[in-house]
Nanobody, 116 residues
Framework: QVQLVESGGGLVQPGGSLRLSCATSGFTFSSYAMSWYRQAPGKERELVARITNIGGSTNYGDSVKGRFTISRDNAKKTVYLQMNSLKPEDTAVYYC?????????WGQGTQVTVSS
């Protein structure tokens, strides 16, 4: 069955870095665009970053541009989110999503907390 499993979240101080991973199985990873979303308490889920199926194009939410980088390894069926210069407002549950046409799959999320 389809699985998307995020990892790499945790507690980090402001200014620190984390690298999230989303390992997938059960679908043709290289045919899907991949995204990271996040949802903070009391807020709507928002797009963080997106990468096309072969990784030729990326785009980012305004609040993370210049600090976060999305990448993918189609051989490992994994998408990554490198997060640098983290701020308290980056605190949220981070989810990965796979999209192809009308097919959409979500992971279960990983908590990122930025606090001193």
């Amino acid at each position: 069955q389809v699985q998307l499993v995020e990892s790499g979240g945790g507690l980090v101080q402001p200014g620190g870095s984390l690298r999230l991973s989303c390992a997938t199985s059960g679908f043709t990873f290289s045919s899907y665009a991949m995204s990271w979303y996040r949802q903070a308490p009391g807020k709507e889920r928002e797009l963080v970053a997106r990468i096309t199926n072969i990784g030729g194009s990326t785009n980012y939410g305004d609040s993370v541009k210049g600090r976060f980088t999305i990448s993918r390894d189609n051989a490992k069926k994994t998408v990554y989110l490198q997060m640098n210069s983290l701020k308290p407002e980056d605190t949220a549950v981070y989810y990965c999503r796979a999209v192809q046409s009308n097919r959409r799959y979500w992971g279960q999320g990983t908590q990122v907390t930025v606090s001193s």
